[in-house]
């Protein structure tokens, strides 16, 4: 059921880690944040239009399609959104700081509002911030902006790639200082999650163009033959291990259970009763992904105050699940256990009435992150052992494959992001030619197995947070932070001051 399910999952709510309705059952791509499986007139997006918002301007930057080849077709030209916000920019004169996001798989605007640590320090060091949108997400489509064109075949989606994407910014950001007349401004560069992997790799491709960078939650290892397949859901299974272990054990043994109520007379009807289901449809395999769901989304981000960057949650959201399933007055009722927990993710906010397995909204634009995931990303997720909160499951490449050459007609190449950036031996390679750079990992967070957790030399430093989950650091700071978060954030703000410090230096032993 498990491989099923996971496959269901994909096509049906796919994204950071994209949205697509078409019947393949034999594809695992893995994880990304997908937006939970409610009927859209039950749900009001929270998130401010940019037409209303304070936080930037939106700008656009005409950009080429084909950084990499001199044929006719590489002329071609798009569109590319950035969002820009210079309230605090010291200016070109004081060479004050430029500040870049580098865009993930999705509407920019989504990741510039759960982007806060960038406005939060933009006062203290006079920096002008720039969000830089990734091409074939949000509004930065190329084809004349069409996605019926841009999504169309392999031949147009063959331009989605990250080396294309980090030539983008490298452009977009070199015509942007020359516009300021601030060629001399340091530039450093954040990204969280896809989005940090892109800013470590700009640091070590564009080092001309960014003195460093900030890389929080950057799986950048979490390839074949470095990261364990079984590392990502043995993170998710210490979760709710460490908080309960008859929680723990009720999740684990509640597979079984909606597998075996399916197959009985009338059983589908039982589990729509109990999971709140919608009339429309209900599948086993659907409910355990809808499930499965839940529980590593709310893993991965386990914060440690109240968000909403993928669904309103409350703080802590993993104690709060294992509460649920803990609760003495849910009996031994597997299910009514399991559906307490699974609100915590879909339905904190208490506006659903029913939940649609077969409908899978996108606000955040990450479509395409199949396609990524069917030509380079292939970062394996999908193992689970023995011991695993999920059932028993081996990381098949071979079916990964066949999937995506089926419906996209391309082979993966899973060893073209080491080529390209990296990754084997790490700690040795780094040491000998990279610098300025912060890798963040929260160890809640399942992704963290896949990052750089520990120092690779002086100006290549690690800050891994026992109780961090996804990207916490990013956050907009609130006043219930804990100390270690405030902590880690001071970490960040000193080193990153550091840089701009020797950058100075240099430059005027230069001048």
Request: hydrophobic letters at 35%; a positive charge.
């Amino acid at each position: 059921m498990r491989i099923e399910a996971n496959l269901i999952l994909f096509f049906w709510a796919f994204s950071i880690f994209s949205c697509l309705c078409f019947s393949v059952s034999s594809i695992n791509f893995g994880y990304r944040f997908p937006s939970s499986a409610i009927k859209a007139e039950q749900v009001k997006l929270t998130r401010k239009s940019s037409s209303t918002n304070k936080l930037y301007k939106t700008k656009y930057f005409t950009q080429i399609l084909d950084h990499f080849n001199f044929n006719p077709k590489s002329y071609q030209k798009f569109q590319h959104r950035y969002l820009i916000n210079d309230t605090y920019w010291g200016g070109p004169k004081q060479n004050s700081p430029i500040f870049v996001y580098t865009g993930n798989e999705g509407d920019i605007e989504w990741f510039a509002h759960n982007t806060g640590f960038m406005f939060d320090i933009a006062p203290h060091f006079q920096a002008l911030l720039v969000f830089i949108e990734h091409r074939f997400y949000g509004k930065s489509i190329p084809f004349g902006g069409d996605k019926d064109i841009a999504y169309s075949n392999a031949s147009t989606l063959g331009y989605l790639t990250s080396t294309q994407a980090l030539a983008d910014y490298a452009t977009l950001i070199i015509d942007l200082k020359k516009n300021l007349t601030a060629v001399d401004a340091p530039v450093v560069v954040f990204g969280g999650s896809y989005g940090g992997m892109l800013a470590s790799w700009f640091r070590l491709k564009y080092p001309h163009v960014a003195i460093g960078a900030l890389a929080s939650s950057a799986p950048i290892l979490n390839f074949e033959n470095i990261t364990s397949p079984y590392s990502f859901n043995n993170i998710i299974t210490q979760d709710f291990r460490s908080e309960s272990e008859n929680c723990y054990k009720v999740i684990k043994g509640s597979w079984k259970k909606i597998e075996d109520t399916g197959k009985q007379s009338g059983g589908l009807e039982l589990l729509r009763k109990s999971f709140r289901i919608c009339k429309n449809f209900i599948d086993v395999d659907a409910l355990a992904s809808w499930l499965e769901t839940a529980f590593a989304y709310t893993a991965m981000t386990d914060y440690p105050t109240p968000s909403n960057f993928l669904n309103p949650m409350p703080a802590y959201p993993v104690k709060q699940m294992c509460k649920a399933i803990d609760d003495p007055k849910s009996g031994n009722d597997t299910f009514a256990k399991l559906y307490g927990a699974a609100s915590f993710y879909y339905n904190y906010s208490g506006t659903a009435t029913c939940f649609n397995l077969a409908y899978s909204p996108d606000p955040h634009g990450l479509d395409m992150w199949s396609w990524q995931a069917c030509t380079e990303m292939i970062m394996p997720t999908s193992g689970s052992n023995k011991e695993s909160i999920f059932p028993e499951n081996q990381w098949n490449y071979s079916r990964r494959a066949a999937g995506c050459k089926a419906f996209y007609g391309v082979h993966p190449r899973p060893n073209w992001i080491t080529t390209e950036f990296g990754g084997h031996d790490i700690y040795r390679v780094l040491k000998r030619y990279g610098s300025n750079m912060i890798f963040f990992n929260g160890l809640r967070d399942p992704w963290s197995g896949g990052g750089v957790l520990k120092n690779i030399s002086k100006t290549i430093v690690a800050i891994v947070a026992e109780q961090g989950a996804h990207h916490v650091d990013l956050r907009f700071a609130t006043k219930d932070d804990p100390k270690w978060l405030r902590d880690v954030r001071q970490m960040e703000i000193n080193i990153i001051s550091d840089w701009i410090s020797q950058y100075y230096h240099d430059l005027a032993h230069q001048s």
